[in-house]
């Protein structure tokens, strides 16, 4: 889980931990990891962000926007082979709100693709409450998960990682080139979280 130790790489390994997988926080700094892991299942340790990388067989990049591309660039040899789902939701922030930046590979998970050749990007977890997947009041998830990507084999095992989470099912929602309206998308819930004081996320309906 690399950039595990913010809320949403913080909550996903808890909800994955539940559902029985061993996951591994990174970080910057193992120690940051190591303390991020703390409080959460047993089965979720901490080590700095290449260690993190070359024990999981599935990698979920939860970096902040700006330093994504460095951080895939680092460890694009460690990468190499794996499956690495994106997550991370280019946006900006002034008085009016959240906006979607533009990205000049055309979406996050499209930069990801680019600089991780040798590596299976798949899109998904942009519209998940880190609130909801901390909160251990809340037993179920109850909402679908956008899976975009490429390879069809890589697609169909993040779906089914999703669906190991209670109340989670993954949707498969097109190519790369379709992310970029997935990831500005979070925008969009973020105003209607504000405005309801909610924490929503995305159903598909009649499938």
């Not at 029985?20 to 991020?36: D, I, M, T």
């Not at 998960?145 to 498969?172: F, H, K, S, W």
């Not at 996320?201 to 499938?207: H, K, M, Q, S, Y």
Request: with cysteine; proline share 2%.
């Amino acid at each position: 889980m690399l950039g595990g130790t913010g809320e949403q790489g913080r909550g996903l390994a808890r909800r994955f931990a539940l559902a029985g997988h061993q996951v591994v926080l990174g970080s910057r700094s193992a120690e940051r990891a190591l303390a991020a892991a703390e409080g959460l299942p047993g089965t979720v340790s901490g080590a700095a962000n290449a260690d993190a990388a070359a024990a999981a067989d599935v990698v979920v990049c939860a970096v902040p926007w700006e330093g994504h591309k460095e951080l895939l660039l680092e460890l694009a040899p460690v990468l190499a082979g794996k499956v690495v789902v994106d997550c991370v939701n280019p946006l900006g922030f002034d008085k009016q709100g959240a906006f979607a930046l533009a990205v000049e590979e055309g979406s996050a998970a499209e930069q990801a693709a680019l600089v991780l050749p040798e590596s299976r990007v798949v899109a998904a977890f942009h519209h998940v409450s880190a609130v909801l997947l901390l909160d251990e009041t809340v037993a179920s998830m109850d909402t679908d998960v956008l899976v975009l990507g490429d390879d069809r084999e890589a697609t169909d095992l993040v779906q089914a990682l999703v669906g190991r989470i209670t109340g989670m099912r993954g949707i498969y929602a097109g190519r790369l080139r379709n992310a970029h309206q997935v990831e500005a998308l979070t925008a969009n819930l973020i105003s209607v979280n504000r405005r309801y004081k909610a924490h929503a996320g995305v159903r598909i309906t009649d499938v």
